[in-house]
């Protein structure tokens, strides 16, 4: 496979349930992101990760946790969460975090959640 | 704080036409922008990257410009084709080291045969 791959592409779960998000990039990028983007709103940054390091966090709720193992692999582990997140998760990497060209972001194709 | 604005937010031009699509930010400190295009339910694919020392950037039918001065860039797409409907998405990045990407809301493209 190429690029950014998001797995599961669709994903229904209870308010009760645990799930996880997973994304893989295979571009050999050392930063990679989570998106939220919500119905009639712009896509907002959740986090950020580089050299699996968090390096942002944009006051996302508990409920929503993060994990990197390494570079090429980024998990979003979602726990009692509400029907307002909803939305769908996007997954993107870059080559790192400097101030170069090569920080054009490249992103997977999403995975649609709905929660109950 | 940075916001981007994007109008229309819906546009719809018969097949061929050549189309503009605005975009504009409130910082103009910004480091780059880029246009990406979303397929409906699909991720983002990159069209164009523009550092905010360069004027535009081409790639095929597409030309998009950067006024940073004014807070603005346009997405000119010429000879529109049915397989342009999409949604097309502006985002900034601000100076500093930031890699936060600000996005607007989009502009939904239906080119009709």
């Known amino acids: 496979e190429t690029g950014v791959t998001q797995t599961p592409r669709h994903l229904v779960m209870g308010m009760t349930n645990k799930k996880s998000l997973k994304c893989e990039q295979h571009l050999g990028h050392n930063a990679m992101y989570w998106y939220k983007q919500s119905a009639k709103k712009p896509l907002e940054l959740m986090f950020v990760y580089s050299l699996e390091e968090r390096v942002e966090n944009n006051s996302v709720p508990s409920r929503f946790s993060p994990e990197c193992p390494n570079s090429s692999h980024l998990f979003l582990h979602l726990h009692t969460l509400q029907p307002e997140d909803s939305a769908l998760y996007l997954c993107?990497?870059?080559?790192?975090?400097?101030?170069?060209?090569?920080?054009?972001?490249?992103f997977g194709p999403g995975t649609r959640l709905t929660v109950l | 704080k940075q916001e981007v604005t994007q109008i229309p937010a819906a546009l719809s031009v018969p097949e061929g036409e050549n189309l503009v699509l605005n975009c504009s930010f409130t910082d103009s400190a910004i480091y780059n922008l880029q246009w990406f295009r979303q397929d409906p339910g699909k991720g983002l694919t990159s069209l164009l990257l523009?550092?905010?020392?360069?004027r535009e950037q081409t790639s095929g039918r597409l030309n998009a410009s950067l006024d940073k001065s004014s807070g603005r860039s346009t997405l000119y797409i010429a000879a529109s084709q049915p397989g342009d409907s999409a949604t097309y998405l502006c985002?900034?990045?601000?100076?500093?080291?930031?890699?936060?990407?600000?996005f607007g809301k989009g502009t939904k493209l239906t080119v009709n045969p």
């Open positions: 985002a900034v990045r601000g100076q500093g080291g930031s890699e936060k990407l600000v």
């Open positions: 523009i550092q905010s020392s360069q």
């Open positions: 993107a990497s870059s080559q790192d975090l400097s101030g170069t060209n090569y920080n054009e972001q490249f």
